[in-house]
């Protein structure tokens, strides 16, 4: 059992750094693990150590913290190992996990491990900052999509924001070790990862809605739709929920042709998915 047990710990780990989160323990403080997770470190830790496993209750908890969607590979791949691990044998899990290759293409598989790759995470300290402050989250977000120093001139021309408004912000972010300040000039250490987002859990709720919020407000009030794809159907509501789950990775997946530095073709573009309902 202690080596099946290992597997899972292995898987664990893995999927942590896909996810952007360098140790075990960036992960357990970012995600506030005590109140999240129910777990103290030390017990954490002995899940990626492959010394226990947690109870199922808790293995969805730990796939929530990690924000890993239902279609992705390495989310199957943890809870195959886990349930091997109940069963002390794989084979009876046989056909009742689909494998990578008959769920998804290569391409997209592809885009996934790339996005892994260069995936990163903001500690808990950092979202709360952007929280509190919407002309530094602002600012954060066209840093991290343009490459390189800026200065703060042209961070607050490219917001329309006031310049001591935008100046104060990035002494904020700065201090938090989200922007990197030199003279009057940022940068964005991020600009060429993937920074993962917020999962949706009781820790991050109230940092989640006012980074919404002011994501919308910034939308409303300075963005011009430039693409638009629409369609009505009636559909139930578990196939919504797939549906829109693969939707949300082709959002995501959007990210990779981001690495474009700042030219005269480029701009920053806000990518929406929503999905209405109107009418029973």
């Known amino acids: 059992m202690k080596k099946k047990n290992h597997l899972f710990g292995l898987v664990l780990a893995r999927a942590r750094r896909d996810q952007g989160f360098v140790n075990a323990h960036s992960f357990y403080k970012s995600r506030d693990g005590r109140r999240t997770l129910r777990l103290s470190f030390a017990n954490y830790r002995a899940l990626e150590r492959g010394l226990s496993l947690p109870k199922p209750w808790r293995l969805e908890m730990i796939l929530t913290a990690l924000d890993l969607p239902e279609a992705s590979s390495i989310r199957r791949e943890l809870v195959k190992s886990y349930l091997s691990c109940l069963l002390g044998s794989d084979a009876l899990l046989r056909g009742l996990i689909p494998s990578d290759t008959l769920s998804v293409s290569f391409g997209e598989e592809a885009a996934r491990a790339a996005m892994r790759q260069r995936a990163t995470q903001l500690d808990l300290a950092q979202w709360k900052v952007l929280a509190r402050n919407t002309t530094g ?144």
């Open 137 to 280: 989250y602002y600012c954060h977000v066209y840093l991290i999509n343009t490459p390189g120093y800026r200065e703060s001139h042209e961070i607050s021309r490219a917001l329309s924001l006031p310049a001591g408004e935008v100046r104060n912000a990035l002494k904020v972010l700065a201090a938090a070790r989200i922007i990197e300040l030199s003279g009057t000039r940022a940068r964005s250490p991020f600009a060429y990862k993937y920074l993962q987002t917020l999962p949706l859990l009781p820790t991050t709720i109230h940092l989640k809605t006012p980074i919404l919020k002011a994501r919308e407000a910034f939308t409303a009030g300075r963005g011009r739709l430039v693409k638009r794809k629409n369609v009505t159907t009636r559909i139930s509501a578990a196939k919504l929920d797939a549906y829109f789950q693969r939707l949300g990775e082709t959002v995501e997946v959007s990210g990779l042709f981001g690495d474009a530095e700042k030219a005269e073709d480029t701009a920053g573009y806000f990518i929406d998915a929503r999905v209405f309902k109107i009418f029973d």
